[in-house]
């Protein structure tokens, strides 16, 4: 982590920090990552960013809070670049859809 802390000090850009956020989700849980992601969402660079929105749905997977985990992957989905990363966000909806989770 300590290598996050001094590549963010020097490029303290949102992406940086969207990938401290990460590993930070790694090592201390989703919840801690999520907090961090939280407080990314106004950066405008990150707004339509396909791996910080996919990163939220996954960490609000994890947390169980499927609804908005659902949002988060309809957000993702919307701004995934390629057909392989749509094919993926459709399974991981339809996942949720099939244990019986509104998407």
Known sequence: MALYDVLLALDPS???????????AMRDGP??????????AGAR???D???YLLARADLLHRLGRL???AE???AALA??????ERTHLRRRLAALAEAGHEV
Do not use: C, I, M, T
């Open 14 to 24: 949102p992406v940086v920090a969207l990938n401290r956020a990460a590993a930070v």
């Open 31 to 40: 919840e801690a990552g999520l907090a961090l992601l939280e407080e990314l």
């Open 45 to 47: 660079r990150l707004r």
């Open 49 to 51: 960013y396909h791996p």
């Open 67 to 69: 609804p908005e985990a």
């Open 72 to 74: 988060a992957y309809r």
């Open 79 to 84: 701004a995934a670049g390629s057909e392989p």
